[in-house]
């Protein structure tokens, strides 16, 4: 029987433990609107999951990326910073986190989003005690869907044999794919199941709350490569 302790939940945050998805989908829309005619807010809301530092280009292209893509950075984080107040948990997010550190299991945040961000959610969850390791877009290079984020995350871990992300969109099970980890997939960002399951979600539940009572422990596996 393999160690808990060696086996680890990798978690993203937005979408996946709190429900900010669309106000960051708002904040954006208001960014691009302060430098000319924003792309419509679907458009947008595609695009969250990814970094920032992808998801200018994604949405524009590589020249408005090169133009304008810090002050479009700079605007989000404006636009953000009083939607917060509205951010509220998940249904099951704390309980998934208690429950595989109950399991004896190990814990780490891995998300493409702002590092004050990430810490305000693990706050609002009151899950700090059990997380061992947090990292965000800021400890890259390249964010989500790259794999560099998941990569770091499991090296910062340490003596982890078995692991598994979690997390709401395409982009997440992208990385964890190039990364070697299997993924499973919550619907609270907005993507549907189809997809989901496409991009190659190992299972795909309508939020973390169903992957409690030990569903996200049938997943966790060895990482590959």
Do not use: N
């Not at 679907?42 to 695009?47: F, K, L, P, Q, S």
């Not at 404006?78 to 917060?84: A, G, S, W």
């Not at 299991?105 to 899950?127: C, T, Y």
């Amino acid at each position: 029987m393999s160690d808990p302790s060696r086996t680890a939940v990798l978690l993203d945050v937005d979408g996946t433990l709190v429900d900010s998805t669309y106000h960051h989908a708002v904040a954006w829309f208001r960014a691009f609107s302060r430098h000319g005619t924003p792309p419509p807010m679907w458009e947008v809301h595609r695009a969250i999951g990814m970094g920032g530092d992808k998801l200018v280009a994604h949405i524009t292209d590589e020249e408005t990326e090169e133009r304008i893509g810090d002050a479009l950075r700079e605007a989000w984080r404006e636009e953000y910073l009083p939607l917060r107040e509205e951010i509220v948990a998940l249904p099951g997010a704390a309980d998934l986190v208690a429950e595989v550190r109950d399991h004896g299991g190990r814990v780490a945040i891995a998300s493409s989003g702002d590092p004050q961000f990430a810490r305000e959610a693990i706050e609002l969850l009151g899950i700090g005690k059990h997380v061992d390791v947090l990292l965000t877009s800021d400890d890259v290079d390249a964010s989500k869907p790259a794999p560099d984020l998941l990569q770091l995350t499991l090296d910062r871990l340490g003596d982890v044999d078995r692991a598994v992300l979690v997390g709401d969109t395409v982009y997440d099970v992208e990385s964890a794919r190039r990364a070697g980890l299997p993924c499973l997939a919550v619907r609270t960002g907005g993507f549907g199941q189809e997809e989901l399951k496409t991009a190659g979600a190992v299972k795909v539940s309508a939020s973390v709350a169903g992957l409690c009572s030990g569903a996200w422990l049938d997943h966790v596996a060895a990482r590959a490569g």
